[in-house]
């Protein structure tokens, strides 16, 4: 299933994509998509149900906006130099353990919201990611196997980073990844039912129509089960968690001088397979 959530900014109803392409209107059947659903089996297969016997209303998508598709998010894990082309075009060596760091859920904007160039900013950079959805809790796990099974589904996420705030002003990452609007999420979170492979997804992301990112997720270090498996050791991770699992090569920090930055008025667009496409315009905070 594809499920989303539209509307205006804090009034978002849940909706489901059909195999057709019209939205359908799950506000009968659930309160919101969130991890409580994700958790509740029996819900997610009321709204198969539904969606199989025709029963959901349509909605009209003209000019109706799509939010996040993941309301209340617990905690937002991120995964760095998780590619080994992007560990290389940093002149990083590959780590022998995931790095780790976290995105407060407040950086989390739809698809298509604007993105805000913070102040004093001179190296906000893109991020094309596959974001991990987890739905059911997940402590001290054993295996890559248990890791995918513990996944509700997937979605595009832009991870924003702030290169000189992250690297340069001292501390850990954390001031260059949590600036306002810096985790576009969505448009869909697509059930990992319709993800027999994470490791077999292609991950694009152009700049002013000009493309920059074009990668692999089969390019991951640690693949996505692993990931799970591994922060499961760390932290326990409950339903509505998400895991952001890395950017490949092609980030405006891996181009030669002078490095081709973020600036208002740019857009940026990215997808990954099968989950659908963002698209933001750049503004100044």
Known sequence: MKLLRVGTAGRERPALLDSEGTLRDLSGLVADIDGTLLADEDALGRIRGAAAAGDLPALDATGLRTGPPLARIGKIVCIGLNYHDHARETGAEPPAEPVVFFKAPD??????????????????DWEVELAVV?????RYLESAEEGLAHVAGYAVAHDVSEREFQIE??????????CETFNPLGPWLVTADEVPDPQNLSLRLWVNGELKQDG?????IFPVGEVVRYVSRFMTLYPGDVINTGTPAGVA????????????GDVVELEVTGLGRQRQVLAQA
């Open 216 to 220: 692999t997720t089969a390019e991951q």
């Open 134 to 138: 987890i739905g059911r809790t997940a």
């Open 107 to 124: 950086t989390v904007v739809g698809p298509d919201d604007a993105v805000l160039i913070p102040r004093g900013s001179v190296k906000t």
């Open 253 to 264: 920090m891996g181009h030669p001088e002078p490095k081709p930055y973020l600036k208002a």
């Open 169 to 178: 002003r001292g501390g850990t990452w954390d001031k260059g990844k949590n």
